[in-house]
T-cell receptor
Framework: AQKITQTQPGMFVQEKEAVTLDCTYDTSDQSYGLFWYKQPSSGEMIFLIY??????QNATEGRYSLNFQKARKSANLVISASQLGDSAMYFCAMREDTGRRALTFGSGTRLQVQP | NAGVMQNPRHLVRRRGQEARLRCSPM?????VYWYRQLPEEGLKFMVYLQKENIIDESGMPKERFSAEFPKEGPSILRIQQVVRGDSAAYFC???????????FGDGTRLSIL
């Protein structure tokens, strides 16, 4: 069974600094995808970044990058140059490429960016 | 902006009533997923549909809950005889194919009085 673990319920970061949000996963599948979503206080879910299990390069999207360490089964999100608008809940999710197509989500990390 | 559209944004029902939640996927997307989020928790998968077909309903309660995605019109998540425990945010997501990222709507916040 799939499992996603986010061990940091809350994180603080100073504006303009970088922050790493941890995510570890457990799967017996060889082919899978890892996703990060942002949920601001207004409640919507915003897709940030995707990493395929066979991608050799770490994914990057603007200020977001995914530090993918396959052997450790970790997929940490790195946000560079934090902005006040980055304050939100962040969810890591996984989808196995065989079988169920649904996303399995972690419990989330609440990030607060301080001025 | 042709994102995933969910309505209503907020829905209040009394115990025993029916709740109908609607989701129009993004243009060109034929795969729809419904998730439920309880307060301070991550999203939990409920059901996955393609046009006129339920592909996976393993996350949906066996009783009172049903979902459809007709040939024409939005996907509907229907909850009959609602109870207080049904209070949650219900999110719909859509994708172009089952290996593409899922894009979420803004959710429907269901409150049961």
């Amino acid at each position: 069974a799939q499992k996603i673990t986010q061990t940091q319920p809350g994180m603080f970061v100073q504006e303009k600094e970088a922050v790493t949000l941890d995510c570890t996963y457990d799967t017996s599948d060889q082919s899978y995808g890892l996703f990060w979503y942002k949920q601001p206080s207004s409640g919507e879910m915003i897709f940030l970044i995707y990493q395929g299990s066979y991608d050799e390069q770490n994914a990057t999207e603007g200020r977001y990058s995914l530090n993918f360490q396959k052997a450790r089964k970790s997929a940490n999100l790195v946000i560079s140059a934090s902005q006040l608008g980055d304050s939100a809940m962040y969810f890591c999710a996984m989808r196995e490429d065989t079988g169920r197509r649904a996303l399995t989500f972690g419990s989330g990390t609440r990030l607060q960016v301080q001025p | 902006n042709a994102g995933v559209m969910q309505n209503p944004r907020h829905l209040v029902r009394r115990r025993g009533q029916e709740a109908r939640l609607r989701c129009s996927p993004m243009k060109g997307h034929s795969h729809v997923y419904w998730y439920r989020q309880l307060p301070e928790e991550g999203l939990k998968f409920m059901v996955y549909l393609q046009k006129e077909n339920i592909i996976d309903e393993s996350g949906m309660p066996k009783e009172r809950f049903s979902a459809e995605f007709p040939k024409e019109g939005p996907s509907i998540l229907r909850i009959q005889q609602v109870v207080r425990g049904d209070s949650a945010a219900y999110f719909c997501a859509s994708s172009r194919s089952d290996d593409q990222p899922q894009h979420f709507g803004d959710g429907t916040r269901l409150s049961i009085l």
